[in-house]
């Protein structure tokens, strides 16, 4: 098992006579760079593979690529991994020799994260963020940082499960990474079926850092009260988010179950399709409802189910691996996939089914151990999906495009794809 180091343990100060790289030039990367600033540890580079980063400098340090940090002298570089993408990052850094690899977890832990980022050097970050939306990519990238820890241990501890609770939307994105551009006929998640889901899912896990509750936009289903009221209840649970596109603002029971404490509503601004932004927020702060907000205008190209493509098993893995919705775990109509477009591909009949990239929660003859066990496996256990021979995947490379295109209407499937299982 690949095994990294957290900072305050294991860097000794004195390894001055080496190179020190930050990994990942984003936000969690520029507030390692000032936490490691108050341990008088100065950095040589940041590495990224973000080619539209590389050759920049922020505050003098140059951004490389990966090929140049693997000419480094693999005993004397000090890498700090400050990226989500442990899994695609650490294999190719301890396969080439590299061992001096942090996490930053510690690092990061007793700092004031909040002055800490009024202090970065904003260049070639996409936008500020607000401090809840900080402390959430904190979160996540300290779960990323566990996942080898915890199946040493032997727990199921989940980052994140996607609650799909309508396939409708009040948007008709031509681009849309979640695939609702396809459906013709939308349907809201049957609420039985989909509660009866998560108390099993809950009852075999050991905790979960988020629910992430979606569609379409969650607010086209009329009870989606009902189900966040009962997701609030998981003890297991620490967080409950919801996300919109501000196209309306919610009344009644829909708008009074995002006062729990353990929600936060994720307002998506895509400009002048999200008209009710705005009033939202003001609704937000009047009622005392936790929210997050992005102005989203570009986006990457990944949301087209793609003909078959006959990529080889380490095409695969790599397309898996780079990509960053590969952890999403997605709940839908009972079944749990990997990710959201695995999801729909599958439910729209565009994607063959294949059993094994899905947990089915609707088949009352598997016993919670079982279940338990296809859930770690389904989390834990893949190398890549059936539905990635028809996604062009989501890492640095994808192509940003305009945000929110609208369509007129759903957009065909060509269906009879050369349809088959890898
Ligand atoms: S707002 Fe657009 S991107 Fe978001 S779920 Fe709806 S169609 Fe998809
Ligand atoms: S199908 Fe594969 S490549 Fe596409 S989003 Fe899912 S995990 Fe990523």
């Known amino acids: 098992m690949l095994q990294f180091a957290d900072f305050q343990n294991s860097y000794k100060p004195n390894q001055k006579d080496g190179k020190i790289v930050i990994f990942g030039a984003g936000t969690i990367g520029r507030l390692t760079q000032l936490a490691l600033k108050d341990h ?13 980063k590389q050759k920049y400098k922020i505050e003098d340090k140059l951004i490389i690529s990966p090929e140049e940090l693997y ?21 190719d850094l301890f396969g080439k020799g590299f061992n001096n690899i942090f996490k930053v977890t510690d690092l990061l832990e007793n700092k004031n994260l909040n002055q800490l980022y009024e202090k970065i050097d904003m260049k070639l970050l996409f936008g500020k963020l607000q401090s809840l939306k900080l402390q959430r990519n904190i979160g996540f990238y300290n779960e990323m940082g566990r996942k080898e820890d915890y199946t040493r241990d032997g727990k199921l501890n989940l980052k994140t ?36 889901s998560i108390d099993k899912i809950m009852s075999c896990i050991d905790s979960l850092e988020e629910f992430r509750v979606l569609g379409g936009d969650p607010f086209m289903n009329k009870e989606l009260y009902k189900i966040v009221n009962k997701l ?6 620490k967080k409950v988010v919801v996300y919109t596109n501000a196209k309306f603002v919610p009344k009644g029971e829909n708008l009074n179950c995002l006062k729990n404490k353990k929600v936060v509503l994720d307002i998506t601004d895509y400009g002048k399709h999200s008209w009710a932004a705005a009033q939202f927020i003001e609704v937000a702060k009047k009622e005392n409802i936790a929210y997050t907000t992005f102005r989203c ?5 990944c949301g087209r189910i793609m003909p078959y493509s006959n990529k080889s098993e380490n095409e ?35 994607i063959p089914q294949n059993k094994k990239d899905e947990v089915d929660l609707t088949d009352d003859n598997i016993g919670l151990d079982e279940l338990r066990e ?5 989390c834990f256990g893949k190398k890549y999906l059936t539905a990635c021979s028809y996604c062009n995947g989501r890492d640095y490379n994808s192509v940003n495009i305009p945000s929110a295109v609208q369509s007129k ?14």
Request: aromatic letters at 10%; glycine letters at 2%.
């Open 232 to 237: 609030v209840n998981y003890e297991k649970c």
């Open 316 to 350: 695969l893995e790599h397309l898996f691996s780079n990509c960053c919705n590969s952890d999403l775990v997605s709940l839908l109509h009972g079944k749990l996939y990997r990710c959201p477009f695995s999801a729909n591909g599958v439910n729209l009949k565009a």
């Open 40 to 52: 008088d540890i100065q950095i040589d580079y940041f590495c990224d593979s973000d080619k539209r």
């Open 71 to 91: 000419k480094f002298d693999n005993r004397k570089t000090y890498i700090f991994l400050a990226n989500q993408y442990f899994t695609a990052i650490l294999p």
């Open 374 to 378: 296809q859930i770690n496996k389904l």
């Open 297 to 301: 205008s570009t986006w990457q190209d």
């Open 161 to 196: 499960i996607d609650v799909q609770v309508t396939e409708k939307c009040s948007l008709k994105c031509k681009d849309c990474s979640n695939l609702m551009q396809y459906y013709e006929k939308p349907i809201d998640s049957e609420l039985n079926l989909l509660l009866k």
């Open 409 to 422: 209407k759903p957009l065909k499937l060509e269906l009879g794809l050369d349809a088959k299982i890898k």
